[in-house]
């Protein structure tokens, strides 16, 4: 999925696959509720949230759809122009929801300032170097808390997907980058290391059913 020369009907059905995954495996609710808990310890009139890799905006139009009470402000950010213009017509007609073709280290750091920075199933595709510099970056951004929604690496995990992905993933190419997604996931060593390495005392880190984890690393006090 990572490659740019991809025929885009067979792109278009994998991102369908990863959303369909998200939805029954709970990765979009697991997101919300992590999102919901930070609102409620931190009451304010408006939110601004940014999500990183945001690939067709399906996080950040689940959100706005399960948080009416809210007033959100919601931007996808991702690389891929592409993914930008697909987001962009999906979500049209959507009040408070934007993209933007951006890299995050190239844009001015005031420009992606916001309150909660999300990342789901996006920093599994990077080396250890990369993670941190992205950990610092998000955190730099954040005025509230990151929240990042990733796999658990497990042979159990591993298995199940290979057996039981044919039964609702359309294309071999989903399949195929689906059991490589698992096998670069994370364990909870990981996240303790990235923490340590960054001095970070006051993060979260909560494990789903579905074999996900959310880490939840607060911003506010360091920045007050």
Not at 58 to 87: C, F, H, N, T
Not at 135 to 150: C, E, H, S, T, Y
Request: aromatic letters at 10%; hydrophobic letters at 40%; one cysteine or more.
């Amino acid at each position: 999925m990572d490659d740019p020369s991809m025929d885009p009907h067979i792109l278009d059905t994998a991102v369908a696959d990863i959303n369909l995954c998200n939805t029954y495996l709970g990765g979009y609710q697991f997101t919300k509720k992590a999102v919901l808990d930070i609102i409620k310890q931190n009451p304010q009139k408006r939110y601004r949230i940014i999500d990183v890799g945001c690939s067709d905006g399906a996080m950040l139009r689940y959100l706005k759809k399960e948080l009416p009470q809210y007033e959100l402000d919601l931007l996808g950010v991702d690389l891929s122009r592409r993914s930008i213009e697909k987001a962009t017509e999906r979500s049209r007609g959507i009040e408070g929801v934007r993209f933007r073709e951006s890299d995050i280290f190239k844009t001015p750091l005031k420009e992606l300032e916001c309150d909660i920075v999300l990342v789901t199933l996006t920093l599994h595709h990077f080396g250890e170097d990369v993670i941190l510099d992205f950990l610092k970056r998000f955190r730099q951004m954040a005025g509230l808390a990151v929240i990042i929604n990733d796999l658990h690496r497990h042979p159990v995990a591993y298995g199940f997907f290979k057996f039981l992905s044919p039964i609702f993933i359309r294309n071999e190419i989903s399949i195929h980058d689906g059991l490589i997604s698992v096998a670069s996931g994370f364990r909870r060593a990981d996240f303790e290391r990235y923490a340590a390495a960054l001095e970070i005392d006051d993060d979260r880190l909560i494990w789903k059913w579905s074999f996900r984890y959310i880490w939840i690393i607060p911003t506010h006090e360091r920045k007050n």
